[in-house]
């Protein structure tokens, strides 16, 4: 064992002489820099709170002041020149770097002073803690509320800062904030972090391209339904009438389905699926048909639907949610030989009968002769009954009034 | 009336009246001021159980008004009299005519005056009589009839929709829904319109005979309204004091 005693005896001198000097060194900056009223001419304070360096990830790894502010590691007179250089992360943080480099923060127009983002910005200068801590800018519980600082007021974005607040709404924050789940999607889950790209920029996390990707970062099972069904069919031949995941459950304030505010709501599933599916010039594009709002209001689930039932049937309940197949699909849940089973999810026991009809009903004189006929029957003996109530009373007025015109 | 039908009647108004405030929201559901009545949670559903209970209580209104009607002797009279007839038809005839008066006025002017010098029929000078029901009475009966029949078959159908679709197809089932709302509206309208008119509204009789409240007829209702039914009660009596 005595051929080991040498190298450790130098490695522990070694590490004890670089705590020595680092040590030294930092101590020299901090008989200055600890006093608090210590200000440049123009008020910016210089004030280094050396605790929390030192409880800082950088200071607790034991670097010292010059290995970030390299201009300074040479010079021994102090007090040194006013003006340093920006530290500079890139030395050690190179990835981190060069994807910052393609970010929207880092293309932020550098004339309005406001947009300049730099690595300091999001992680603090001398107190950075590691993405693990609890204390962290960064930490998944943290993250809002460090974008936030800018986006809501200070940095005005295309939507403005209530877009930004209406986060705050989401099931992902009621994860992160009421459920402590670090996994809920912050900011930089859906957005990217170092890499933050703008929305309309082809290559964000968030753009249309991306946005089926970045929720099935963590909605894998939805995703894969999604492009089994036929949305998610076309959207991979890159039509971009297609409804993503956005189109339908809102970005920011996504809630549960759940949830009343929701898009997806029981009762609001209907009215975010006729946004195209009652649009004509989309039906005409695409082939399908229109009018399904209205017909499904007629209908006895749309009538209790609006008003607010919450049991009944909206478009989901029987053509699915993010795997919706057009009907002529085996796999269909409104495939004629899978209605059964798919009516039979509300009205047990329904049997083929359920096929036998239409609940979409756009012409009853095209698709429901009898329907037709007793509708139409109905309304001309409602007319001629009222049209003889109404005779007969008039009548009996106007002899009333002529009796008494007589006697006067 | 005596104490069972007007009961019946009062049965027959509340079932009505909540049975329509609770199903025509339904029918016209694009109407948008309708929404606000049922935007409580679960007020929807409880309107249909409202409207269900309602229904219940009205059948059995009428299953009790069909064993009235067979099993007491009032109630077999009634019917005997309720029985339309072809004298109901003319006198719905005459009354509408007496009242346009529209062949007096062509005889005034000399029109056709030798047609109603020979026919005076035709001139409507006097008003029908009417016995116990008259036609607008028997009309109205009939039709709440007819009325309960369509809306108790459609509607149960409708309650028990998986009964009806194993029964029948959809396109069937369809046709129920069409049936239940249409026969509403027709009911709607004739109570509103015909019944509101002849027992209310009509200066005749307004504000209104107080025979549904306490069963009592006046002898001067009786004699302009009913006066053949008025002349067969005066025999009867008549007869009552001679025989004694």
């Not at chain 2, 459609?154 to 049936?179: C, N, T, Y």
Request: charged share 25%; glycine share 6%; net charge neutral.
């Amino acid at each position: 064992m005595k051929f080991l005693k040498i190298p450790f005896f130098v490695l522990l001198l070694c590490i004890l002489f670089t705590f020595f000097l680092a040590a030294t060194t930092n101590e020299d900056c901090m008989v200055c820099h600890e006093d608090p009223d210590l200000k440049t001419d123009d008020q910016k304070s210089l004030y280094v709170d050396y605790a929390k360096y030192v409880s800082s990830i950088h200071g607790d790894a034991g670097f010292s002041c010059t290995d970030c502010h390299t201009d300074l590691s040479g010079i021994e007179d102090f007090p040194h020149p006013e003006k340093l250089e920006p530290v500079t992360c890139r030395t050690c943080h190179e990835k981190a770097y060069e994807e910052f480099q393609k970010s929207a923060h880092s293309q932020a127009t550098p004339e309005e002073d406001c947009c300049a983002v730099s690595c300091k910005d999001c992680h603090g200068t001398h107190d950075i803690k590691g993405k693990e801590d609890y204390d962290s800018r960064v930490f998944p519980l943290n993250l809002p509320h460090t974008c936030e600082t800018c986006h809501l007021e200070k940095v005005q974005t295309e939507r403005g800062g209530e877009f930004i607040k209406r986060y705050e709404m989401s099931i992902h924050y009621k994860g992160l904030e009421k459920a402590g789940l670090a996994t809920s999607s912050n900011c930089s889950n859906c957005h990217g972090a170092h890499d933050v790209r703008h929305v309309h920029d082809p290559d964000s996390r968030v753009s249309r391209k991306n946005i089926i990707r970045t929720c099935g970062t963590c909605h894998m099972g939805i995703e894969r339904d999604y492009l089994e069904g036929i949305h998610g069919k076309d959207y991979v031949k890159g039509l971009n009438d297609v409804p993503v995941c956005t189109d339908c459950h809102s970005e920011h304030d996504i809630t549960s389905p759940q949830d009343l505010s929701s898009t997806v709501y029981a009762t609001k599933v209907a009215e975010v699926c006729s946004r195209c599916h009652d649009d004509e010039t989309l039906s005409r594009q695409y082939g399908f048909i229109t009018e399904r709002l209205k017909t499904y209001s007629s209908s006895f689930h749309g009538t209790a639907s609006r008003f607010g039932e919450t049991r009944v049937a909206n478009c989901a309940s029987c053509h699915g949610f993010h795997d919706i197949r057009p009907s002529s699909d085996p796999k269909s849940m409104i495939h004629p030989d899978n209605l059964p089973e798919t009516c039979g999810k509300c009205h047990a026991g329904a049997g083929s009968n359920f096929a036998k009809g239409k609940i979409h009903v756009v012409s009853e004189k095209a698709t429901n002769k009898w329907a037709y006929f007793v509708k139409t029957f109905y309304i001309i003996m409602i007319a001629c009954i009222v049209f003889v109530f109404l005779a007969f009373i008039s009548v009996d007025i106007l002899h009333r009034v002529f009796r008494r015109r007589k006697k006067a | 009336m005596n104490l069972a039908e007007r009961i019946q009647h009062f049965l027959l108004i509340g079932t009505f009246f909540i049975l329509i405030v609770t199903g025509l929201p339904v029918f016209f559901y694009d109407i948008k001021f309708l929404k606000p009545l049922f935007s409580p949670e679960k007020s929807f559903y409880i309107r249909g159980i409202i409207h269900r209970v309602a229904a219940v209580v009205m059948i059995l209104n009428l299953v009790w008004h069909i064993l009235y009607t067979i099993f007491t002797k009032r109630g077999r009279d009634n019917f005997k009299e309720m029985i339309p007839k072809f004298k109901d038809i003319r006198d719905a005839f005459e009354i509408f005519w007496h009242h346009a008066g529209l062949t007096r006025f062509l005889n005034r002017k000399g029109i056709l005056k030798n047609f109603f010098t020979r026919y005076p029929y035709w001139l409507f000078e006097n008003p029908p009589q009417y016995g116990r029901y008259n036609f607008i009475e028997k009309f109205e009966y009939w039709a709440v009839g007819w009325g309960s029949f369509v809306m108790i078959v459609s509607g149960f159908l409708m309650w028990k929709v998986e009964l009806s679709l194993s029964l029948f197809p959809l396109w069937v089932h369809d046709i129920f829904i069409i049936l239940h709302g249409y026969e509403a509206i027709l009911a709607f309208l004739a109570v509103i319109i015909w019944h509101m008119y002849n027992v209310h509204l009509n200066p005749e009789v307004f504000p209104m005979s107080k025979i549904w409240l306490n069963g009592k007829i006046t002898g001067k209702e009786l004699r302009v309204l009913h006066p053949l039914e008025y002349q067969k009660i005066l025999e009867e009596r008549q007869k009552v004091l001679e025989s004694s």
